[in-house]
């Protein structure tokens, strides 16, 4: 069964910092890593899909990379604002039906 | 515009009452979705619909049913054998049977049982 982890589960950083978030999974037989940000009782918005034949995917101040050897993706926010407040979680699709298995998020306070 | 809709954005159910949640796209996805969401956990998998008049229990599909007579909508009934059924549910669509796979969310009902 895939087990995907992120840590930490919160995250605390100054306006203007740079975001490091990591997630983890043990099945690395994967379709594709989805991340996405969920706003306090709001539904979830893609962020980034990065294929597993893919090593990164950037769009504007955020760039995801994935090493699926070693079970990995990094999800990288520059110059954090306080709108990038929220929870992020990672999924991945398994390869055998293309269903998600979620991570439990992390979430981010960016002070301003 | 295209989307997902849930409706309604809040629900509450008494003891013993089957309530139905309502989900709609126009993205013309194949692919539809169910998910429950607990604090601090994960997104779990409770059906899901690859094709119209099909679907298929996920990780957690006791007490729960769906139905999927329109490509369109994929409403889930929460019956009353779900025995702790207060969380935020999401609905979500994709283009069906590919590698992308990229899945687009409602945004969510939340029930509350009395």
């Known amino acids: 069964k895939q087990e995907v982890t992120q840590i930490p589960a919160a995250l605390s950083v100054p306006e203007g910092e740079n975001l490091v978030l990591n997630c983890s999974f043990t099945d690395s037989a994967i379709y594709n890593l989805q991340w996405f940000r969920q706003d306090p009782g709001k539904g979830l918005t893609s962020l980034l899909l990065i294929q597993s034949s893919q090593r990164e995917q950037t769009s504007g101040r955020l760039n995801a990379s994935l090493d699926k050897s070693s079970g990995r993706s990094t999800l990288y926010i520059a110059a954090s604002q306080p709108g990038d407040s929220a929870t992020y979680l990672c999924a991945v699709s398994r390869r055998t039906d293309y269903k998600l298995s979620f991570g439990a998020g992390t979430t981010v306070t960016v002070r301003a | ?114």
């Open chain 2, 1 to 114: 515009d295209g989307g997902i809709t849930q409706s309604p954005k809040y629900l509450f159910r008494k003891e013993g009452q089957n309530v139905t949640l309502s989900c709609e796209q126009n993205l013309n996805h194949d692919a539809m979705y169910w998910y429950r969401q607990d604090p601090g956990q994960g997104l779990r998998l409770i059906y899901y619909s690859q094709i119209v008049n099909d679907f298929q229990k996920g990780d957690i599909a006791e007490g729960y049913s769906v139905s999927r007579e329109k490509k369109e909508s994929f409403p889930l009934t929460v019956t009353s054998a779900q025995k702790n059924p207060t969380a935020f549910y999401l609905c979500a669509s994709s283009i069906a049977g590919t590698k992308y796979n990229e899945q687009f969310f409602g945004p969510g009902t939340r029930l509350t049982v009395l």
